[in-house]
């Protein structure tokens, strides 16, 4: 007996059919949260989630300069976009954002990991980079990224579109970072990227954005010099701007429906 369906015969699916989306997406009712809102790419980011429709909150560390950051930024923007304190490291302050989006929009479609640390360490001074540096480097740039997206899965599971951009490196995969331990970390971001677009498929995507040399006050230390020999190394010959990483992160709102568990890299042909 064939098991084949015949010609005009129903056949029975767990499949659900999706609609097509039309691009580039309207980000139109969505609502967008960029951890790290206050920094040089978090900032550039909500600029253009929030031209391309999207009502956007931002966070911010406890400090009166990120504070200030943030207030101006939501003031430039205007609407009923928002700024609101959190830290990745204390999961209970991301619950307790997590209370007063829901209490105010009722929604999270996007979540944007924006927020990082690093300090420069050698990479042949191995005592220089203590226990202490690399617990840090990794509670602020792993763990309080999947904390984020522990904490708001719901909520993007709910949208039934939902979305998670985090911010890797090429140093993930080169191996040449502002420290060895940031490199792991980075590399973390990878594998949680990829893991995660299986386990919260398919209503949301999980996607990661690998910038190369940006021109951020990020690593400190980094000047005009250090910019100038490394657009002298990279293929298309500048360094990244905040804005070309933001531009790939509303990309993968936009443009990118169909991707997802993917790392993009951002980085002018560095790494290559």
């Known amino acids: 007996m064939s098991n084949s369906v015949q010609p005009g015969a129903a056949a029975s699916s767990s499949v659900t059919v999706r609609p097509r989306p039309s691009y580039p997406r309207s980000l139109a009712g969505k609502v967008a949260l960029v951890v790290g809102g206050a920094g040089a790419i978090g900032a550039a980011t909500s600029r253009m989630l929030a031209a391309a429709g999207a009502t956007v909150v931002v966070t911010h560390l406890d400090t009166e300069r990120d504070a200030a950051a943030a207030k101006a930024l939501i ?44 300090k420069p360490v050698p990479h042949a001074d191995l005592d220089a980079l203590t226990d202490e540096l690399i617990d840090r480097m990794l509670q602020v740039n792993w763990r309080g990224q999947f904390a984020a997206i522990r904490t708001f899965a719901p909520m993007l599971k709910a949208s039934g579109d939902g979305l998670v ?14 420290s060895i331990a940031y490199c792991a970390a980075k590399a ?85």
């Open 75 to 118: 003031a430039e923007l205007g609407g009923d976009h928002a700024a609101y304190t959190a830290n990745l490291v204390d999961t209970p302050s991301l619950i307790a954002l997590r209370a007063q989006l829901q209490d105010r929009y009722g929604r999270l479609d996007i979540l944007v990991n924006a927020a990082g640390f690093t």
């Open 165 to 178: 951009v985090s911010i890797s490196s090429i140093a993930a995969f080169t191996g040449v970072g502002s």
């Open 188 to 272: 973390g971001i990878d594998v949680m990227t990829k893991a995660l677009a299986r386990v919260l498929a398919p209503e949301v995507r999980v996607l990661a954005v690998s910038p190369g040399v940006v021109d951020t006050e990020f690593v400190p230390g980094r000047g005009t010099d250090f910019n100038d020999r490394v657009s002298a190394s990279t293929p298309l010959r500048r360094i990244g701007e905040a804005e070309d990483i933001a531009a790939a992160i509303t990309a993968c709102a936009t443009m990118l429906g169909y991707s997802t568990g993917h790392i993009v890299q951002v980085d002018g042909g560095r790494a290559l």
